[in-house]
């Protein structure tokens, strides 16, 4: 039963580690100046997406996440570089990725002073020429 368990654990582990890298290397993918949505590159089925800033109070985010992503989510918010998107599905975490601000996009415009926007899996982006996402206006 012990080997079962640890058996599980790192499949389920090296899995989330790959939907994590998948959604970096497909926003890096995105041409400046270009529309897109997040569903297009996180194929996960997920409906709301809650992008945390740096430096903010993870605590307070009303949904699910395990102890485990907390604790990640908690250092990650203390270095600047980076943007953390939860992607979750009724409330329920279904993945994540702390995304390079400088390198790969930077989500920290959106929202304006609100530490952890959430949007629909619908809303459309625009990134700029200095990889800068911003919501998106018909």
Excluded at 56 to 67: A, M
Excluded at 86 to 95: E, P, R
Excluded at 116 to 124: A, K, L, R, V
Aim: glycine residues 2%.
């Amino acid at each position: 039963m012990k080997k079962i368990s640890i058996i599980v654990f790192v499949v389920f582990s090296l899995t989330c580690c790959s939907k994590v890298k998948e959604i970096d290397l497909n926003l890096s993918k995105v041409n400046s100046e270009t529309v897109f949505r997040l569903d297009t590159i996180n194929t996960s089925d997920w409906n709301t997406l809650c992008i945390v800033k740096p430096y903010s109070q993870v605590d307070s985010i009303k949904y699910d996440i395990p102890e485990s992503v907390l604790r990640k989510l908690k250092n990650e918010v203390m270095i600047e570089q980076f943007c953390s998107l939860l992607f979750f599905k009724d409330g329920q975490l279904i993945n994540y990725s702390f995304v390079h601000r400088y390198n790969v996009a930077d989500f920290l415009e959106l929202g304006g002073v609100d530490n952890c926007p959430i949007y629909s899996s619908t809303q459309e982006y625009k990134l700029t020429d200095k990889r800068v996402v911003i919501e998106f206006e018909k």
